[in-house]
């Protein structure tokens, strides 16, 4: 059994689409980050990091025979497949072409999109440099997963870790204020993916994402605050 440590956000999601991908049983533990439970010791043990998303797999000991665990989004994706034997090739190309497309994620599309949701979305005051450096950013890396996109169905050959990481941010372009309806080959692959029952079910974990978009819709200045505070200090 593995615990998963989460809360409702593109890197959190990464964690819960790959689990419910490869049909693993997992006992969710729900992180209300605007509470600070990834401050809080306990959760520090499992991620020195305070960040999520994180999981313990009991199946697996550690040296002081405990759970195993993985933190990091992108290390516990490739922990999970390699666990499985699912969502990465086996051969060294292929294999290596997937870590490739994710490292993509981890490297420019999660922090160039999270840099633009700061600057256009939660920060108190409005620089625009920031916001349009951040937004053109993600545009431009939008137009490198097109093109790959524009030759293959996929982004490394099959579906693999590498298509949910990406697709878990590139799903919120509206939230960083990017459009991506000029990229059809990225167009075409995020709606792909979304028919994708474990897609589906994986962006209902920690809680049901309609319901929460609805709440968040009705008290988006509130929501903004939080944020502020998690991330500047303060609310206004």
């Excluded at 969502?87 to 290596?96: A, E, I, T």
């Excluded at 939660?122 to 920031?130: H, L």
């Excluded at 000029?182 to 979304?194: G, K, M, T």
């Amino acid at each position: 059994m593995i615990d998963l440590y989460t809360s409702a956000t593109p890197n959190g999601w990464k964690a819960s689409v790959t689990l419910e991908e490869m049909g693993l049983d997992y006992n969710v533990k729900a992180i209300d980050i605007s509470a600070g439970d990834q401050k809080k010791p306990e959760f520090l043990k499992i991620n020195p990091n305070g960040r999520i998303p994180a999981i313990v797999d009991h199946d697996i000991k550690d040296e002081n025979g405990n759970g195993f665990a993985v933190f990091e989004s992108g290390a516990l994706m490739i922990y999970l497949a390699e666990k499985t034997g699912m969502l990465m090739p086996k051969d060294v190309q292929g294999r290596s072409k997937t870590i490739q497309w994710l490292m993509f994620q981890m490297g420019g599309i999660g922090p160039m999109m999270g840099q633009a949701n700061v600057f256009y979305r939660y920060f108190p005051e409005k620089i625009q440099p920031a916001i349009d450096r951040y937004q053109n950013e993600s545009a431009r890396l939008f137009g490198v997963l097109n093109r790959q996109l524009a030759e293959n169905e996929y982004l490394a050959g099959d579906y693999s870790i590498a298509d949910i990481a990406n697709w878990c941010w590139v799903r919120t372009h509206s939230w960083s204020g990017v459009d991506i309806e000029p990229f059809e080959h990225l167009v075409r692959w995020r709606d792909l993916i979304a028919e994708r029952p474990a897609a589906i079910a994986g962006l209902n974990v920690p809680y049901n994402l309609e319901e929460r978009m609805r709440a968040q819709s009705e008290n988006e200045e509130e929501f903004k605050k939080k944020a502020r505070k998690m991330l500047v200090g303060k609310g206004e």
